[in-house]
């Protein structure tokens, strides 16, 4: 409910369409520390796709980059493509 005041008084609100991970109904891939010190792991608990990542990479990865875009081309779900 405040959320929709906040919206009402910018006449703005959030996109919900997908376009960032993590957000809206875009991409949820969730960073899971697997124990390695040089690598997480991403885990969409929806599909079961995962993937390893670099722990200096991860926030680039989550924002943009091959494995994002390869993930929103073969995911089951429909998501759209990010913006560029």
Known sequence: ??????????GKQAPSQGLFANTGNGPTLQPIDIGH????????????????VKRENL?????????????RKNSPKRLPKAPS
């Open 37 to 52: 010190p040089d690598w997480f792991a991403l885990v969409d608990p929806d599909t079961a796709f995962w993937s390893l």
């Open 1 to 10: 409910m405040v959320a929709k005041k906040i919206a009402q008084k910018s």
């Open 59 to 71: 926030a680039e990865t989550l924002t943009k980059g091959p494995l994002l875009t390869a993930y």
